[in-house]
């Protein structure tokens, strides 16, 4: 059996969760662990079956439930190297300070230095003759340390928690796997391809799922369509694509102006007029299922984005063949079996 459920779509959180034959993967974890929980029972998905988490990229409406969900189910998790280190970058407390504070902790340091220094000199004259490295060169070598620590994280070796001290790093998992956008690998009964795409985050990726004859796509948060990803979303049964914004309410909506470019950037988020364009003119009209997904709640209308993918299918004439869906934000979608 397949079957693909999202349980929430947007920029409060994205996540869906995929049933291939006997293996069941959530694909990321952008809400709290207890919402997902939640929006999976309301679905009749059982948490306690998922064998894996899956993760595009790094932004928190696709991560914010990961850790707590990972560990209290104590399954692995897949991301690319760079978007695992991106995340335990993320999620490890730095100490951050001001600049004045930096000067005024120089000079602290200086002061204690000197007293130092004329201690050890009353005490013993030799001491001005000694190990050379002064507070200063220390804390700037611990300093260095603590940054090589947060910038490599922990082992990427897949395993069980080697001591219950791992379990207090906010980024400890039960168990990481890597994956290269590009190299399909097998996990279970699916066979996953993870593709690039373009995206303002370390090494973002959509997923082609392969099971049972079936195939699946899920390609949301992209600027825009670049050949390699059109070339994916060929011969699907399931389409899970983005339908961010409509441009008109974007350009006079509230966001700030560098959000906006960000949003309109060939990093940012596809338009409804861009996924209409994209489903007029390249795709093959195959799909059963078209779900349009991360629609933004400032800067789109859930009709919008239906009537410019409706537009688009009709140039098919495949408008039966493709049901068009629209994930939420706020409630899950019903199980879609095949
Ligand atoms: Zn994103
Ligand atoms: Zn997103």
């Known amino acids: 059996m397949v079957s693909y459920t999202v349980l929430s779509s947007g920029s409060k959180g994205n996540s869906a969760v995929l049933t291939a034959g006997r293996t069941r993967i959530l694909i990321d974890a952008g809400l709290s662990c207890r919402e997902l929980f939640r929006r999976m029972k309301l679905v009749d998905e059982d948490p306690s079956t998922l064998d894996a988490i899956l993760i595009t990229h790094e932004h928190s409406d696709h991560v914010n439930g990961l850790a707590v969900t990972a560990r209290k189910l104590g399954i692995p998790v897949f991301f690319t190297e760079a978007t695992h280190r991106a995340w335990v970058r993320q999620i490890t407390p730095k100490r951050r300070i001001t600049y004045a504070q930096w000067i005024e902790e120089q000079r602290l340091l200086k002061q204690r230095a000197e007293a130092d220094t004329e201690a050890a000199s009353a005490f013993n004259e030799s001491a ?5 490295k002064t507070d200063e060169a220390y804390d700037a070598e611990e300093e260095a340390a603590e940054e090589l620590t947060a910038a490599s994280g922990p082992s990427p070796t897949p395993g069980p928690a080697k001591s219950p001290s791992r379990a207090e790093d906010p980024a400890w998992l039960p168990a990481v796997e890597y994956f290269t956008a590009g190299s399909p690998f097998n996990f279970g009964d699916a066979t996953i391809r993870p593709f690039t795409i373009p995206h303002d985050a370390a090494d973002p990726v959509g997923f082609v799922f392969e099971s049972e004859g079936m195939r699946l796509a899920v390609a949301t948060d992209l600027g825009y369509m670049p050949p390699n990803v059109k070339a994916e979303l060929r011969s699907l049964d399931l389409l899970h694509i983005e339908s961010n914004h409509d441009l008109d309410m974007l350009r006079d909506g509230p966001y700030p ?3 906006k470019q960000r949003v309109l ?9 861009s996924t209409a364009q994209f489903l007029a003119a390249e795709y093959d009209g195959n799909a059963a299922y ?13 009709e919008l984005a239906r009537i410019a993918a409706e537009r688009a299918l009709e140039c098919h004439a495949s408008l039966i063949t493709n049901r068009l869906l629209i994930a939420h934000q706020h409630e899950p979608l019903k199980p879609i079996l095949f």
């Open 128 to 132: 001005l003759d000694g190990d050379p």
């Open 257 to 259: 102006w560098a959000v």
């Open 265 to 273: 950037s060939r990093v940012g988020h596809l338009s409804n007029d």
């Open 290 to 302: 078209v779900i349009l997904a991360h629609l933004s709640e400032c800067n789109n209308l859930p």
